[in-house]
């Protein structure tokens, strides 16, 4: 098999990881009725599954820096196939609940392995484009995954679709084996030293972007489902046309940030996404009544929310780029955290306020980002390495 197509393997396994951790956003309403729980004790499913992902992927992959990679990834991948397997064959809520804890320690061990392994299989050179290949299928995943799930649960119980990625992965473990070769591990690098990055004050705002940016996301994204048919009045199909556009948007908004940011800088398309992500918000706030209006303003949401994505990840290579690796995965394990936390903040506003709070409960998340990126400017270096406020400014 060639590199190429190896790596188009490791996109469609990391689209399917994705897709197993947000695949709960589209059918919450659908589970918490099954299940015979509060729709914000089934929000707390994404909770779950992101703290997971954010705290035990860490750990796992410094505990397995020098095991065989391939092997890790069957490990991995194998876990994950199987706690898929129990949450569709095990009744009950409680169940439920540990599966998502294996789902998204596995996931995340998954997706890590993946991106290792790409820029191994990969031809010389060709190392960027691999990442951002299995990158794509993470962010496939939402722009395909949750529609789908959707219209599965819409025809079937809700449980087939953990049964099918379950099937799914089975299949992947028998083409990675197949077509991955044997590669060794790392030296591992200590988790003191990996957290030595958050000393540095300008590494802290970094993260604070990201972790501002995507908990304002969660809190609205997790309950979107509930909001649409509840608060709008959508109908099923509906919802699950609207959510495929709501994904097509995020793509089109990643593809436009990075633009922006080559052409007018991080900073400039940071705020400019942050801002319109807020502007959307308060809009979808006022007109979340009317179906006809919320659908367009859903559109330019998921466009505003992820046009930062691009910009935010070369900044904080640019913040260290001798320790880029590190920075990365901290930023990746930041935003887990941040979709945990903006889970519970929307559901802790579903349950003490109303439904339709969610939205200035997420623009409140995304102006903090907003915040954020400003008081990163200061950190913003020139080419002599001191840089005042105006300079910062002008820069940006």
């Known amino acids: ?43 707390q499913l994404i909770t779950i599954f992101s703290l997971s992902y954010a705290f035990g992927t860490p750990v796992i992959m410094a505990l397995t820096a020098r095991m065989e990679r391939r092997k890790l990834l069957l490990y991995a991948l194998s876990l994950f196939v199987i706690s898929n397997l129990l949450a569709y064959v095990l009744p009950g809520y409680e169940p439920l609940v540990a599966t998502r804890i294996f789902m998204g320690i596995s996931a995340g061990v998954t997706i890590v392995a993946s991106l290792t392994i790409a820029t191994k299989v990969t031809l010389p050179g060709k190392q960027g484009s691999a990442i951002a290949a299995v990158l794509m299928g993470f962010t496939a995943s939402l722009i395909l995954g949750v529609p789908i799930g959707r219209l599965i649960s819409s025809a079937y119980e809700w ?32 988790l003191r030293n990996q957290l030595a990055l958050l000393k540095q004050p300008k590494m802290v705002i970094a993260l604070s972007v990201s972790f501002f940016w995507i908990a304002g996301y969660s809190i609205f994204y997790s309950y ?49 996404g942050l801002s319109l992500n807020v502007t959307a918000l308060i809009l979808i706030m006022l007109f979340a009544p009317s179906p006809s209006i919320i659908i367009p303003l859903l559109i330019l949401w998921s466009f505003a929310t992820w046009s930062p994505g691009p910009p935010q990840q070369l900044h904080l290579i640019t913040l260290a780029p001798e320790s880029s690796g590190i920075m990365l995965s901290l930023n990746n394990s930041t935003i887990q955290l941040a979709m945990a936390v903006g889970a519970g903040i929307g559901g802790t506003a579903v349950e003490q306020i109303s439904l339709s709070s969610i939205t200035w409960a997420a623009a409140v998340g995304i102006i903090l980002a907003v915040g954020a990126v400003i008081s990163s400017l200061r950190y913003v270096s020139s080419p002599s390495g001191q840089t005042t406020g105006r300079e910062s400014i002008m820069e940006a």
Do not use: C, N
Not at 16 to 39: F, P, Q, R
Not at 166 to 183: E, H
């Open 224 to 272: 979107i489902s509930p909001f649409l048919l509840t608060v709008t009045g959508m109908s099923d199909q509906t919802l699950s046309i609207t959510l495929f556009a709501v994904g097509i948007a995020s793509l089109v908004g990643s593809r436009v940030g990075g633009f922006s940011t080559d052409k007018w800088g991080i900073h400039r398309t940071l705020i400019g």
């Open 159 to 190: 449980k087939a679709i953990f049964g099918g990625i379950s099937l799914i992965g089975l299949l992947a473990i028998f083409i990675i084996a197949l077509t991955i070769p044997r590669m060794d591990g790392e030296e591992p690098v200590p």
């Open 1 to 43: 098999m060639s590199s190429a197509l190896r790596v188009y393997t490791l996109a469609v396994l990391s689209f399917l990881v994705g897709t197993s951790e947000y695949i709960i956003a589209g059918i919450l309403d659908k589970i918490a009725e099954s299940t015979g729980v509060t729709l914000v004790t089934a929000g």
